[in-house]
């Protein structure tokens, strides 16, 4: 940063302790966690309140400094890393993560954009309540990241991706105006609904400081299957077949391979294989109930043991084990959630985000496996993901003793195989993860003209000296 005195001015703000600037207490917000990302930055500035976020974009607005939000730093397309040009100033929300409050009767919370994910759920829980959005990461990610993402996650097929889960926000604007939209109303047809504009904005258009978040009841009852197959297609069956015997009660749909359960089994402590014999794929089947068991067993229960009965004898399942306790539950979740970390055991991943129609899950995933393998020979596709709703991470690991650097330089032509895969069957190539850095150039080639100068009017009506996360999504 060339002036000193702006520079001062955004320290007094915040006070020195919270403008960090010693190199090892930055390091943790310079870095994206896979080390895709490495930037610079000459100060990390953590603001306590909204009033200080204010005054910090307001300055910056006024003095052309360029600002980058970021929350637990959990994104995964590079949005909330700063460049390697030492001029963009990273904007922590961490300390400003209060609950302000839990309505139980009507339902919601008011929570401040740095609280994480987990604290919310524990909160809610406290107030015998649930706020579903559910994340591998959701000990470290901030709920003020999820919004401006629109994060998706494990719970998107029974209660929505984020975008349904918010009823107000509260935002800071760009010229440090604040936008007081904290209401937990149902039903507000007043105009244009503001607050969808900056879900999923990835921090181009405001600073999301607060917001007034959905709540639901507490599941009674749940009960977890792990259960293998022989394919995707016996998964689409099986998945058809549950869907239509529990309708919103089956809260949980999770496909994946043998390959990325043996990564968890090699590389997660405490793991162990649910089933005595392996199978091709697996899917882990959840179902929630509001209803409390009585003297009978366990509605959810008796309904996962008759759709897996009806599963078995139409020759879909293998094998499957339904969990005897919320611990055994817990840890078929975890096989699950693992996924993601353990790939970076193996070596260089490349990694695809991308949402096909449910009904073409399997012949996407034939299509694409096959393309990848043809590509690379004996690299190890990884598919697993959301297939309740047509989310996979088509994710890519190097051959074995392949070397790290050379398999990654080809990220851009992987993307490419897959990708022109995804857009022949309808898709899209950034189901939940968003565009930051990493898909940027890419926004051209699936969206139309008018949709990308439709973007382009927004982010100008909102931030035109573009201050905010400039270079992300467009």
């Known amino acids: 940063m060339s002036d000193p005195a702006s520079l001062s001015r955004l320290i007094e703000i915040v006070g020195e302790r919270n403008a ?33 976020v204010s005054q910090i974009l307001a300055h910056a607005n006024a003095h052309g400094l360029k600002i980058v939000p970021q929350g637990g730093n959990t994104g995964l397309v590079g949005g909330q890393i700063p460049d390697d040009s030492a001029t963009e100033i990273v904007l922590s929300l961490s300390r400003m993560n209060k609950v302000r409050e839990i309505d139980a009767a009507g339902f919601s919370m008011t929570v401040e954009a740095g609280c994480t994910l987990q604290a919310i759920h524990d909160a809610a ?11 591998g990461s959701q000990g470290s990610c901030q709920i003020g990241g999820n919004i401006a993402t629109n994060a998706g996650g494990t719970a998107v097929l029974a209660y929505g991706n984020t975008r349904e ?46 917001a007034v978040l959905k709540l639901f009841p507490l599941p009674r009852e749940r009960d977890v299957a792990f259960v293998g197959l022989s394919s995707p297609e016996a998964a689409l069956e099986l998945f058809s077949t549950a869907r239509g015997r529990a309708g919103a009660m089956l809260t949980g749909f999770e496909l994946m391979p043998r390959v990325g359960l043996e990564f968890t089994l090699r590389h997660l402590d405490g793991t162990r294989d649910p089933l005595q014999a392996p199978s091709p794929w ?25 759709i897996l009965g009806e599963a078995f004898e139409a020759g879909l399942v ?35 985000d991308v949402s096909v129609p449910v009904a073409s899950v399997p012949a996407f995933l034939a299509e694409a496996i096959a393309a990848v ?27 074995v003793g392949a070397d790290k650097a050379a398999f990654i330089a080809g990220w851009d032509d992987m993307n490419k195989v897959v990708h022109d895969i995804v857009q022949r069957y309808g898709g899209s190539i950034s189901a939940e993860h968003g565009i930051g850095r990493l898909k940027r150039d890419l926004l051209a080639e699936v969206k ?27």
């Open 20 to 52: 960090l600037r010693d190199p090892a207490d930055m390091a943790p917000y310079l870095r994206e966690w896979r080390d895709l990302y490495v930037g610079k930055t000459p100060v990390v500035l953590r603001p306590g309140s909204r009033e200080e």
């Open 125 to 135: 829980e406290a107030e015998d309540r649930m706020f579903p959005l559910t994340l």
């Open 165 to 210: 889960l918010v009823l107000g926000l509260e935002v800071v604007l760009p010229d440090g105006s604040i936008m007081e939209g904290l209401r937990s109303l149902r039903k507000d047809n007043t105009g244009y609904d503001l607050k969808q504009i900056f879900i999923g904005s990835e921090g181009t258009l405001g600073v999301i400081t607060a």
């Open 282 to 306: 697996y899917v882990l089947v959840e179902l929630s109930s509001g209803t409390e068991s009585g003297e009978d067993q366990a509605p959810t229960r008796t309904l996962m043991e008759a």
């Open 318 to 352: 293998e094998d499957a084990a339904l969990a005897e306790s919320g611990a055994q539950a817990a840890d078929f979740w975890r096989l699950r959630h693992g996924l993601s970390e353990v790939q970076r055991e193996e070596g260089g991943s490349i990694k695809h």
């Open 373 to 399: 393998e043809a590509k690379v020979p004996g690299c190890r596709p990884v598919p697993f993901g959301h297939m309740g709703d047509g989310n996979i991470h088509f994710n890519v690991s190097q051959p």
């Open 448 to 474: 139309s003209p008018v949709e990308l100068e439709m973007m382009r009017r927004i982010k100008q009506a909102f931030d035109p000296n573009g201050i905010l996360s400039p270079g992300r999504v467009l």
